[in-house]
């Protein structure tokens, strides 16, 4: 089998409500590139690179001769794309097309994807069957809770009170903006809506110094709180969360702002980490997310992978050491969830239900490709 042909959009959609703000910086509602690769056997397949800064160098590089990758690659052999483009940071090539590191480790993910979409379809099975077949479902909680102009308490108990209604279970709230005081009571309110039969987890979004990060643990601790993620700046982050994590039962959870796979493993060598939570829309790719998931089990590390729950969920579903993944179902916060795919995954019960279609078990929609999709020339 061969890759004819290499198709792309960039996916957006301007905010016009109210910006969802986390510790510091402001969370965008869409900013994918979509990637769709065609082959010699008529069968297709999809992959996503996410970014949360400028999409533009990831374009750029998409446009100025990384299909030749690409195109004529065997789609099958996963392990060979993906080490070709990600070994072209490390060579001349990178420097004299001006290919930024960044955007080749994003985009050797979105490939990587899309090639074991195809790897499923041309199995004709589901991946997460392919790739162990530990669940045909998996557990998953709701990131809420953002920061927002004018939001106050009261704005705060409405927001958890309708998604309490909508039959979540699991939340995940930002914290981390504001003084200690105020996040706790921020928590505080969540915890009076949702109650202790509810998981509660906790992100900061790396905003913390060790000492506050001591301290919001003791303050934390009556909460509850399932885990504490990403809580230090990213300075000396590795170090001082194993640290952090010597002075606190509260499991503490990481990795999705690392963009390879050996960063996520010094965060496991160091046990630093109780849950990793690595993103194969931005780096690494299945092909890197099986890897480390099969890391996090050797060493008793749960995966609960960051964003893009209907892809993550394969690798989830597919290893005992998948926990959950995170959902996002208000569309003002992320519309590629609620539109992008013509047959999402079911969320019952706290659970989302794994599709039985094969590769990815996913159809793209037309109308949300021409919603929210610009066309890249990549010929």
């Known amino acids: 089998m061969r890759i004819t042909n290499l198709r792309a959009y960039v996916l957006s959609d301007p905010c016009n409500g109210k910006a969802h703000w986390v510790s510091h910086f402001k969370v965008p509602r869409a900013n994918e590139l979509l990637v769709i690769l065609d082959t010699d056997e008529g069968i297709e397949g999809f992959g996503l690179a996410t970014s949360y800064s400028d999409i533009s160098p990831l374009v750029d590089t998409l446009t100025t001769g990384l299909t030749d990758f690409i195109i004529n690659?065997?789609?099958?052999?996963?392990?060979?794309i993906y080490n070709d483009i990600f070994s072209?940071?490390?060579?001349?090539?990178?420097?004299?097309?001006?290919?930024?590191?960044?955007?080749?480790?994003?985009?050797?993910?979105?490939?990587?994807?899309?090639?074991?979409?195809?790897?499923?379809?041309?199995a004709n099975l589901p991946l997460y069957r392919l790739m162990g077949g530990w669940s045909h479902e998996v557990p998953y909680y709701v990131t809420c809770a953002y920061y927002q102009d004018g939001k106050d308490l009261g704005a705060l108990r409405d927001e958890m009170e309708r998604l309490k209604s909508q039959?979540?279970?699991?939340?995940?709230?930002?914290?981390?903006?504001?003084?200690?005081?105020?996040?706790?009571?921020?928590?505080e309110t969540i915890r009076d809506v949702i109650g202790f039969d509810a998981d509660l987890m906790v992100d900061v979004n790396r905003a913390?110094?060790?000492?506050?990060?001591?301290?919001?643990?003791?303050?934390?601790?009556?909460?509850?709180?399932?885990?504490?993620?990403?809580?230090?700046?990213?300075?000396?982050d590795r170090y001082e969360t194993t640290l952090l994590a010597q002075k606190t039962h509260i499991p503490i959870s990481g990795g999705e702002s690392e963009i390879t796979l050996e960063g996520c493993r010094s965060f496991l060598d160091q046990k630093a980490i109780s849950i990793l939570q690595f993103d194969v829309t931005m780096f690494g790719g299945i092909t890197g997310g099986r890897k480390l998931a099969a890391m996090c089990e050797l060493n008793h590390v749960n995966v609960v992978p960051h964003h893009d729950p209907f892809i993550h969920a394969q690798i989830v579903a597919s290893t005992p050491a998948g926990l959950m993944v995170e959902s996002f179902p208000d569309p003002?916060?992320?519309?590629?969830?609620?539109?992008?795919?013509?047959?999402?995954?079911?969320?019952?019960?706290?659970?989302?239900?794994?599709?039985?279609?094969?590769?990815?078990?996913?159809?793209?929609?037309?109308?949300?490709?021409?919603?929210?999709?610009?066309?890249?020339?990549?010929?």
Request: aromatic residues 8%; hydrophobic residues 40%; positive net charge.
């Open 208 to 236: 913390w110094d060790l000492k506050t990060a001591i301290r919001a643990t003791e303050l934390l601790a009556p909460l509850k709180p399932r885990w504490l993620e990403e809580p230090l700046r990213w300075t000396d």
């Open 73 to 80: 690659a065997d789609p099958l052999s996963p392990e060979r």
């Open 332 to 379: 003002s916060r992320d519309p590629l969830q609620a539109e992008l795919f013509q047959n999402p995954l079911i969320h019952q019960d706290g659970m989302l239900i794994l599709n039985q279609d094969p590769g990815l078990g996913l159809t793209l929609s037309p109308d949300a490709i021409k919603k929210f999709g610009k066309p890249i020339s990549v010929a």
């Open 88 to 122: 072209t940071t490390w060579k001349r090539i990178s420097f004299e097309r001006g290919w930024s590191r960044e955007a080749l480790v994003r985009l050797s993910a979105a490939i990587d994807i899309a090639c074991w979409d195809i790897i499923g379809k041309k």
């Open 167 to 187: 039959g979540h279970t699991r939340f995940k709230a930002k914290i981390g903006g504001l003084g200690l005081e105020s996040d706790i009571d921020r928590l």
